[in-house]
């Protein structure tokens, strides 16, 4: 399981900062949790196929949190998906889709299979599958919104091989009878009990999306013993009324609920745009909890790094360009213009001397130099010829020499 941030400001983008969207990768299928603006571009400089989309969850009707959906799904139309495609979110979510794609003339090639979620719910499984379910839960917000928690389902434990043979266990059909949970019954009539050759079953890895949200039960619920929490922190401690106010969450709320839901990761999103240096936030939670990172988007998030690193490829940076050092940089360019125009000529930086001894050889070998020089080698016209020749445009390299202006 591979969690990629693809937005995370809040309410509005920044330079380099997105509206709100996370990718779950498994097994080659991707989970989008909201669906912000530029969701689907951020998916192609992450590295992440679109066409491998298989659930879109939405959290609620705040419009920084769905307003990439019919872009995204009609890019798809365009790609002529034919796999149907899972849509989760609060109710109106289907009414909303059907507008738009009425309203564009479009139909599309593939079918759209919508989960509404009801307001007056405790929790409700939305997607339950042989191998993961997905739960939500309402949080505290200002509109009706909730949170999910994705679960891989119990795995298999491992098999020993070595004591399966020695008991008669020859085929893979047995084996994989053996792995799940069956006992084997061989031509003797010896039968071999599951408990026996399979260990206990691991646990599958989790991931909580808790988002736009006061500090509420249901967000430690979500998040309980998870590998990885995705908790918003829009806002510092010193903004807690105001966070208060808009029914959001401060970076020591996130940390609180991490705390008391025992996660084994806290990962913060969901900035506001007046924190041009999140690392503030980051500090705040890790005071109260630990490990706590900050969202980045398009960085993958393991939860096996061992296998998974390398399955997911940013294909894209992006960097916020310092405009200080910019205007140093051309400063210092057009200074050595002036100076080369008045003086006529380039000027070059002196070589500082390593040592005395290769000072006095290059000394000795000056005055040789100059010793030959005064012997008259050639006649006076070609002297006078050579003389007027411009000198060779030589650029001495010296470890001052600043390499990123070229």
């Given amino acids: 399981m591979i969690i990629v941030p693809l937005g995370v400001a809040s309410a509005t983008p920044t330079a380099t900062r997105h509206l709100p969207s996370v990718a779950l990768w498994r097994e080659g299928d991707v989970h989008l949790f909201d669906c912000g603006e530029n969701t689907q571009m951020r998916m192609l400089q992450a590295g992440l196929k679109r066409s491998k989309i298989t659930n879109i969850f939405i959290t609620h009707f705040d419009i920084d949190h769905y307003s990439g959906i019919i872009g995204l799904l009609s890019t798809l139309q365009l790609q002529r998906r034919e796999e149907p495609l899972n849509i989760i979110g609060p109710k109106g979510i289907k009414k909303y889709v059907e507008w738009n794609f009425k309203f564009a003339d479009i139909d599309l090639n593939y079918d759209l299979n919508f989960t509404e979620i009801k307001e007056n719910i405790e929790s409700q499984k939305v997607v339950d599958n042989d191998d993961y379910y997905v739960e939500a839960r309402p949080l505290k917000h200002s509109r009706f919104c909730v949170g999910y928690r994705f679960q891989e389902k119990d795995k298999p434990g491992k098999v020993d091989a070595q004591k399966a043979t020695s008991l008669g266990i020859t085929e893979d059909e047995q084996f994989k009878t053996l792995k799940a949970g069956e006992d084997v019954e061989l031509e003797d009539g010896t039968i071999v009990k599951s408990s026996d050759i399979v260990g206990h079953p691991r646990p599958g890895d989790s991931f909580a999306y808790v988002t736009d949200t006061k500090y509420c039960p249901n967000a430690v619920k979500l998040a ?132 005395t001894k290769k000072q006095s050889s290059r000394s000795d070998s000056g005055e040789r130099r100059t010793k030959r020089k005064e012997k008259p080698r050639y006649n006076n016209d070609d002297s006078d010829n050579r003389s007027s020749r411009p000198p060779k445009h030589i650029t001495p390299r010296t470890p001052f020499d600043n390499f990123d202006r070229f």
């Fill in 224 to 355: 309980m013993n998870t590998n990885i929490l995705y908790h918003e922190a829009t806002f510092s401690e010193s903004l807690a009324d105001k966070a208060e106010e808009t029914g959001h969450s401060t970076s020591a709320d996130a940390a609180r609920v991490a705390t008391e839901s025992q996660t084994k990761l806290l990962v913060i999103g969901h900035f506001s745009a007046r924190y041009t240096n999140p690392f503030i936030l980051l500090r705040e939670a890790r005071e109260k909890f630990f490990p706590a990172w900050l969202a980045t988007e398009m960085r993958p998030i393991y939860t096996n790094p061992s296998q998974e690193k390398g399955i997911v490829k940013q294909r894209v940076y992006i960097k916020e360009i310092d405009e200080n050092s910019d205007s140093k940089r051309s400063g210092e360019k057009s200074y050595d213009k002036k100076s080369s125009d008045k003086s006529g000529s380039k000027r070059f930086r002196k070589r500082r001397p390593q040592n």
